[in-house]
């Protein structure tokens, strides 16, 4: 078993409780509008138009893309030039040489974090990762996940990883078929499962000026979360179109009086659940 890696950073204090090792797996089951890492949403079809723009030679053609992170130089003119969303910058790790990998460094972190991409569309591979982290460690393993996950996977998930952070598009369904082009309905049903287990450690939510910043429903979904349970927290963070490809390339950043006035209604409800705000 394994699973396609698109970068790991080694030291996060945003991806969960702690220093954590925040590892993102390639692939997603929603095309947000927004995205911040659209290199992530595809996996690489071998269509070499990167092999015209890389400059020392990290990406070779072998019947298929192939990768050579030893000498590539991260100038990311292969990322820009991809038109499916996809990176050839990809490794493929089993869980074990995963954790080899992260046991290196398991005396300077408190757990690792999945994020993607949809880093459940290989809840297998993190449920085999997770086995080994606990039984091998005192490390935890937290899943950050935009929530449309089935039921047998979010079942096996709760029973296995320590904590869940969610990315909630949009509260309302039509906004979040238009900003995600799926229904919500299974992501706020994964999100009161993951309530009841006492593992929801964070829902977050971008604001998009004029597309999920209507007042009455940023309301409803701020009194949803509160009613969730007495522990969550919430982040809000303002859109910025740093890294977005497609639709909203050229949408303008969230402004930040707008946002601050967004901020301390949700700081008036959830009072201590709301994390510092983004600015």
């Known amino acids: 078993m394994k699973a396609p890696v698109n970068k790991i950073i080694n030291m996060s204090f945003i991806d969960g409780p702690g220093c954590r090792i925040s590892v993102f797996l390639q692939g997603c089951n929603m095309k947000c509008i927004y995205c911040h890492?659209?290199?992530?949403?595809?996996?690489?079809?071998?269509?070499?138009?990167?092999?015209?723009?890389?400059k020392v030679g990290a990406i070779k053609f072998n019947d298929q893309i192939i990768y050579?992170?030893?000498?590539?130089?991260?100038?990311?003119?292969?990322?820009?030039i991809c038109k499916n969303y996809a990176s050839p910058k990809i490794t493929y790790y089993t869980p074990n040489e995963l954790f080899d990998y992260?046991?290196?460094?398991?005396?300077?972190?408190?757990?690792?974090?999945?994020?993607?991409?949809?880093c459940t569309l290989y809840s297998d591979f993190i449920i085999e990762f997770t086995n080994i982290v606990h039984k091998k460690t005192n490390l935890n393993v937290f899943v950050d996940t935009n929530g449309y996950i089935n039921e047998n996977d979010i079942n096996h998930l709760i029973d296995c990883v320590d904590g869940f952070m969610f990315d909630l598009k949009a509260f309302d369904n039509n906004i979040h078929m238009k900003v995600t082009g799926v229904e919500n309905n299974l992501v706020l049903n994964n999100i009161s499962k993951c309530s009841?287990?006492?593992k929801l450690y964070e829902i977050r939510t971008v604001l998009l000026e004029n597309i999920n910043d209507n007042e009455n429903i940023f309301f409803k979904e701020l009194n949803y979360i509160k009613n969730?349970?007495?522990?969550?927290?919430?982040?809000?963070?303002p859109f910025r179109?740093?890294?977005?490809?497609?639709?909203?390339?050229?949408?303008?950043?969230?402004?930040?009086?707008k946002y601050m006035k967004y901020?301390?209604?949700?700081?008036?409800?959830?009072k201590d659940r709301m994390l510092n705000p983004i600015i």
């Open 263 to 270: 901020y301390e209604k949700a700081k008036e409800v959830l």
């Open 241 to 257: 179109r740093y890294g977005v490809k497609g639709e909203l390339s050229n949408f303008r950043d969230y402004p930040k009086e």
């Open 102 to 118: 992260i046991n290196k460094y398991k005396n300077f972190i408190d757990g690792i974090t999945f994020s993607g991409g949809e």
């Open 37 to 54: 890492n659209p290199e992530t949403q595809n996996i690489c079809i071998s269509c070499k138009k990167c092999l015209e723009v890389c």
């Open 68 to 80: 050579d992170k030893k000498i590539c130089i991260n100038c990311d003119e292969c990322i820009g």
């Open 228 to 237: 969730l349970n007495n522990y969550t927290k919430f982040k809000l963070i």
């Open 196 to 198: 009841k287990s006492n």
